[in-house]
């Protein structure tokens, strides 16, 4: 912990502050649930952001993992009375065992490939659900899910049960990115004959990102579906795959903290769209699709890299340029004694 | 002196054009053998080959005593087998203290949890990591640019870098494709001088490159590919003397005759 604070101390010390006050500077109901959502969505980037950044794979069937995750244990908990803390775990590792397999069956597969084939994996899980209705409940979906026991489960004990779990996936996340695995992860997406020359198994660790990534979709998915009591298939298909898969590029791809300003920013987008559809009639429906959609564009049109990686080189500038400028002024003083 | 790699007829065709004609050579234990001809030779077809980048189409790499045609790429770093890129291979988002770090990756076990978890076995080999990839740093001069994007750097400062990134896995044997490339002469000596240290401490070197001054100071032996076949073999000063090799590929660079 003390080289993480060295390492990251005034990103994290930050955001440490922000996400602990935020219940309180909004001390809304309202406010506290949106601010539960995003965390979980958070969660999931984070996931999305090793696959894609990292390794340089493209996933566009990110919910389906975080569908499978929160149906896992919401049928453990409802239909065999299994605690929510053990749905938990199985809400890990269910989607991980998915992972590895679609991993294992796609494994060589890029670019345009890949995208279809998560694209369809993404179909089939939805589908899935839908069908399987002894389990699932199909359609119309399952209610009464047990909630998790945390501190009497307030929207307040809730938000910092799932703000503490974001914390600790940043972490974890934030630790690989610096370590011999990440840089293995790094090394394949700029080149994989280097990354192969150097010892690393390019198939294999694009597969354990993969499974890495399912495992923070499955959590995310276990404690929503404990969180809203109901889940139906809805929220687990494409729309929220692009959705997730926007908060990544938005934030800058090779960055863990780009994931998580994505989804802020997906956050207030929506929460935005939601007060002026209030004003506006037009505004209903799947308006937010077309917004995410054109963001995306825009992005990959002007700004490929993402927030972070622009703002952190603008920063690098402008240091750079100070301390020129301090070294100038520091010759001239010298110059005049 | 023993053999560490021998290569047995081995071709390779890309889509019906020959870029590689069944040639044969071994390198040495401790020695540096260079490997010349005029571009298009096939020089880099032969290193991606001895590398595990591409199979051969036609016969047989052995490295210590070990067949390595079925034997994956990844298997070969571990093996002791590393190499250059003439065309650079560098991570370009990473430092360049990074960069050495990913070639010690054979060298390091942390699985992705301890990793993850930042457990005190993997804080400790990563602590080991940085200090062996500074110490090459230093060897090839490069400490100062430890902390700079790879990006940043000018094509000569990657060149060492890719260097010390193959040199950091201590691998038996060290393929070097066009090292000096865009060096000029006192950096070009200074890597000659380098690469006998290299080889004065157990690594071999398989070196492709067009610098005459660079081969005939250093290679032990020299063997010359023409067209995908090899034409000659021996020392340099036999090569220099080759009528075949002096017609084939000397006789067309005149700096050779003024240095060589
Ligand atoms: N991947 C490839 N696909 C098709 N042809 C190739 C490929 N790599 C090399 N070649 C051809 O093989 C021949 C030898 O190339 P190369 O080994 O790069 O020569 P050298 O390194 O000696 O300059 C050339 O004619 C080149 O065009
Ligand atoms: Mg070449």
Redesign the interface.
Known sequence: MK??TKKWGKSLGIYLALMIIFPFVMPDEYYRSVGIIIGLQAIVAIGLCLVMGLAGQISLGQASFWGIGAYTSAVLTTKFGLTPLVGLVASAIVPAVFAFILGRAIAGLQGYYLAMATLAFGYIVQIGIQEWEPVTGGASGMISIPQVPFFGGSELSMYYLIWGIVTCVLL??L??MH??????F??IH??E??????????RKFKL?AFV?SGMFAGISGGLYAHYMGILDPQPFGMHESIKFLTMVVIGGM?SIWGALIGTLVIGFISEGLVMLSEVVPGLQGDVDTIVFGGILVLIVMFMPEGLVPRIRSLYEKAQAKKAAANAEQRVERKAAI | MTTLLTVQDLSRDFGGVRAVNHVDFEVKQGEILALIGPNGAGKSTVLNMV???IPPSEGEIRFANQLMTRV???????LGI??T?QNL??????TVL?NV??????K?H???FS????LTT??R??RT?QERAHTWLEKVGLSSLASSHAGSLPYGKLRLMEIA?AMV?EPKLLLLDEPAAGLNHTETAEMSRMFQEIRENGTAILLVEHDMDMIMTIADRIVVLDQGSKIAEGTPREIQENPCVIAAYLGTEEQVESRG
């Open positions: 080289q993480l974890f996340s630790n690989l370590s011999r695995i990440g840089r293995a790094r090394a700029k080149s004959v280097a990354a192969t020359s150097m010892g690393i198994d390019v354990n890495v090779t | 590398s595990g980048v994956p790429g990844y298997e070969y770093a571990k590393t190499r890129f291979q560098t991570f370009d988002d990473m990074e770090m990913v070639g010690m990756h054979t390091t942390s699985s992705l990793c993850g978890m930042s993997a804080r080999e990563e990591m990134r896995a």
